[in-house]
């Protein structure tokens, strides 16, 4: 048989979703794969339910339902702050995922180096590996994930394509300030690199952290890719709906990798998903609220445990500190999975996550119902146990 690629052996199925299944086989809290137990917006359900007889169920436009094009530019216009053309600066994608993936391929070519902050969302690498690119890696020190901007010019000047910054960060839970996404900027539009942003949890964000659009900074529209979904803004990850959007030269490379790459966006999906793009700022409010609920009942119970984790300033994820409860010598992959099978909670080995050798931090979230992280946390009341 002739060899089949080789790319695969450069990367490993998925961390995240392969602790999902582990967790599933064992009866554990999965609180590896960051999706919540509660249910979206119930006008979003009643919609849907409309829609499922309605229709329509047949192709959409490729660029995607010209109704959510419009709701989703003027949803992300506001907050923005910016007037986005729906016919001309945005393509709707199958979650952003695929509309990462289709940026990647429209802005790069083979040998490119492509910068990212580590630790990074493990899809990052994946992605710039097929497309033939290679990975540049600029470390976030924890635990307040600075970075070093002389480390970043010098990626720059050694020849960078395009910088990947997730913001608010999965998996370390940073919210950029608007003076570290300025300087990042600066160093963009000198050294005339491309910033594709992901975008997804631009609304979980908690205390004083404000989030920043780098398409809005300045000489940053021709050259940002904003990248963001409605898995984690209205509970709905299963729709898988997500977009890109960015100037029209930019776009017209996007939308020909998206019309070969998936065709379209699920069109009921697409026609449902339009009452979400369409509420209100209380919608936000609320939801911001509910989730910085959610962090306080769990990064409490975590501090009277004396478990060791780092406070997200977005996100619904932190990480955890598990060198007083491993073995000596033992792999935190192997650790996840013995805490999946024995304490009965799911997590994310930190090493997924980070280019430097990381052997001691795990990734949990708490996008879950009170009854259970309250479950979740008295099953970790258990994790001194892991060390005998």
């Known amino acids: 048989m002739q060899e089949m690629s080789r790319r695969n052996k450069l990367f490993t199925d998925s961390v995240i979703r392969r602790m999902t299944r582990i967790s599933l086989d064992v009866g554990a809290i999965n609180l590896a794969q960051g999706f919540p137990d509660f249910d979206p917006p119930k006008a979003m359900l009643d919609r849907l339910n ?219 999906l697409m026609e449902a998903a339009v009452t979400g793009l369409e509420f209100g700022d209380d919608y936000y409010r609320d939801f911001q609220a509910h989730y910085a609920h959610m962090k306080k009942l769990f990064t409490d119970g975590l501090t009277s445990m004396n478990i060791p984790y780092t406070d997200p300033q977005g996100t619904y994820f932190c990480l955890i500190d598990i060198s007083p409860y491993m073995k000596k010598g033992e792999a935190d992959t192997d650790f996840c999975v013995r805490m999946a099978k024995e304490i009965g909670v799911g997590c994310v080995p930190g090493s997924s996550f980070f280019d430097e050798n990381i052997n001691n931090i795990v990734r949990v979230h708490f996008a879950k119902l009170d009854s259970t992280l309250n479950e979740a946390l008295n099953r970790l009341q258990n994790l001194k146990k892991l060390a005998e």
């Not at 994946?126 to 901007?149: E, S």
């Not at 970043?152 to 919210?175: Q, T």
């Not at 975008?199 to 659009?213: K, M, P, R, S």
């Not at 000489?219 to 209205?234: A, D, I, N, P």
Request: hydrophobic share 40%; charged share 20%.
């Open 50 to 268: 409309e829609v499922s007889y309605q229709g329509p169920h047949q192709y959409p436009i490729t660029m995607g339902a010209p109704n959510f094009r419009r709701a989703a530019c003027e949803k992300v216009g506001r907050f923005m702050g910016r007037k986005i053309d729906p016919d001309k600066e945005i393509v709707v994608t199958i979650g952003s995922t695929e509309a990462m993936v289709d940026t990647l391929f429209a802005l790069t070519n083979p040998g490119d180096n492509v910068v990212l902050f580590s630790p990074y969302f493990e899809n990052y690498r994946a992605q710039i590996i097929l497309c033939d690119c290679n990975p540049v890696y600029i470390p976030l020190v924890p635990p307040a994930f600075n970075f070093d901007l002389n480390a970043l010019e010098d990626a720059f000047k050694k020849g960078a394509k395009a910088i990947i910054i997730c913001n608010p960060s999965n998996p370390s839970g940073k919210v950029f300030t608007k003076e570290e996404l300025t300087a990042i900027a600066q160093l963009c539009v000198k050294y005339d690199v491309y910033a594709i942003m992901d975008e997804v949890y631009e609304h979980i964000i908690f205390d004083d952290n404000v989030h920043t659009y780098m398409a809005t900074l300045p000489g940053m529209w021709e050259r940002t890719v904003s990248c963001s979904s409605l898995s984690k803004t209205y509970s709905v990850t299963g729709w898988r709906l997500g977009y890109a959007i960015a100037c029209e030269p930019i776009m017209e490379r996007i939308k020909q990798y998206h019309d070969f790459n998936t065709v379209g966006a699920p069109a009921p």
